[in-house]
């Protein structure tokens, strides 16, 4: 341990080391203009939400005897006016959606094959492939039965 050299400690004063420091760490043009805006935007907008808060409270408090006694007329026309609102918005939206799919059907049967229609076509081949395997099957089934039938009642 005591083989260890450690560094000598530099004086603060040698050779206005304290200025030279300051110079290259002293923010330049650009960086104090960001710092006035910055000061300045956020000196403003805290005077507005004093304001917005002062206001709200003294709205409150004087509109709140109002607000009490005309409560039982807000909340049916709260509801009617939720329910008109969502009716319109649901009526817009199914709009939309039969819109989307009338043009979908368009596209398709004019052969311009929109998204998705290979899905829409492998879906098919598939409903029909299956319809007429069972349709087979019927038919094979079916006269199986009617054999048996036969041999249980011979006059059938």
Do not use: C
């Not at 004086?11 to 002293?26: D, F, N």
């Not at 409150?60 to 005897?65: G, H, N, R």
């Amino acid at each position: 341990m005591a083989d260890r050299q450690y560094p000598a400690a530099r004086s603060s004063t040698a050779g206005g080391s304290i200025m030279q420091k300051l110079r290259e760490h002293a923010p330049n043009s650009t960086q104090l203009a960001g710092l006035a805006t910055l000061v300045v935007s956020g000196g403003i907008l805290l005077l507005l939400a004093g304001l917005t808060l002062t206001a709200t409270v003294l709205s409150l408090i004087f509109f709140a005897p109002l607000i009490l006694i005309s409560s039982p007329i807000w909340f049916p026309i709260g509801v009617l006016i939720f329910i008109v609102v969502s009716g319109f918005l649901s009526f817009l939206g199914f709009g939309v959606a039969a819109v989307a799919a009338a043009s979908w059907l368009y596209r398709y049967f004019r052969g311009f094959q929109p998204v998705g229609s290979n899905r829409f076509e492998f879906a098919r081949t598939r409903i029909a492939d299956t319809a007429g395997q069972m349709k087979d099957y019927a038919r094979e089934y079916g006269g199986y039965l009617h054999a048996k039938v036969k041999d249980a009642a011979p006059s059938a």
